[in-house]
């Protein structure tokens, strides 16, 4: 079964896949223009970021936001049995194509572990611990198996099992809980709201205030985090929240976020946020700044996408 420590990436054993395999155009996010399959020019010869830690302020953004939830590492080490597309430029292509597949079938992985480690589940976990071994096993098939995969059917089947997770998960908080599943929330001032239990799957929370905001046990799957104000919200037990989310949005020093995810090292570390309002439920819980995990490109769609 699953580690979610092998669900995150460990750019020391990949061989810079998203790098090479993603394609991104000239934005906000990213200075430059580049095609699938042309490595970065801040790529190195050992498949370092020769930019890594000024990625930023270099006008490369978006490869802050992406985690691509240990596929690379997976391809390179295990699809490829630690043979670089250097070495095997005739294997190269087929390489590239099965890292956007494999960091699906990883997120899945992600996805599935919360469930079963969330108590309030055990109604499904049979089912759950099913799928996460069935999906596991794909993740290690050839690579000619792997790219004929229906992703998306696969996707369907775990999003049912996620939909029934975040049900129990979320009645454990009493009360009418908001639904704001796939609401266009762009901009929205919700300083400070009581978003317990909430769903929130697959809303727009683009640049939204949300600071000082309650977030437990709400279900974020999808949710678009980009530039959203977390300054000192409490996101400790919220559903199906991920490093690529929280690597999109702006939080600071006292953002509250869940064991396993990495504080950002863009985030304000000197920012005192201002004390939310009082709340009733458990008290607050989080997890101590860590060390900021791996970067890159931005990512695909989750399994609890907008239209579900």
Known sequence: MSETSELRADCANCFGLCCVALAFSRSTDFAIDKAVGEPCPNLQQDFRCGIHDK???????????????????????????????REAP???????????VMRQFHELLWYLSEALARPAARPVHPQVRAELEK????????????LG?????????????????????????????????GADLFGARL?????????????????????GADLRLADVIGADFRDTNLAGADLTDCLFLTQTQVNA?????????????DRPSHWNKDATAPAPPARGGA??????????????????????SRNK
């Open 90 to 100: 005739d294997g190269a292509r087929q390489m590239f194509a099965a890292l956007p």
């Open 249 to 261: 949005a702006q939080g600071d020093a006292v953002t509250l976020l869940p064991v396993g995810l």
């Open 135 to 146: 999906i596991e096993r794909l993740t290690l098939s050839d690579v000619d198996t792997l």
């Open 191 to 211: 300083k400070g709201a009581d978003l317990r239990g909430a769903d929130l799957r697959g809303a727009y929370l683009i640049a939204a205030d949300l600071s």
């Open 283 to 304: 008290p607050r819980k989080g997890s101590p700044a860590r060390k900021p995990g791996a970067s890159g490109r931005r990512r695909p769609g989750p399994a609890g």
């Open 149 to 181: 995969l229906d992703v998306a059917a696969h996707r369907a089947e775990v999003n049912t099992l996620l939909l029934r997770t975040s049900e129990l998960v979320r009645a454990e908080v009493r009360g009418k809980k908001k639904d704001r599943r």
């Open 55 to 85: 990625l930023r302020p270099k006008g490369f953004q978006g490869c802050t936001v992406y985690d691509c939830f240990g596929a690379g590492q997976k391809i390179s080490q295990v699809t490829f049995a630690g043979q670089n597309w």
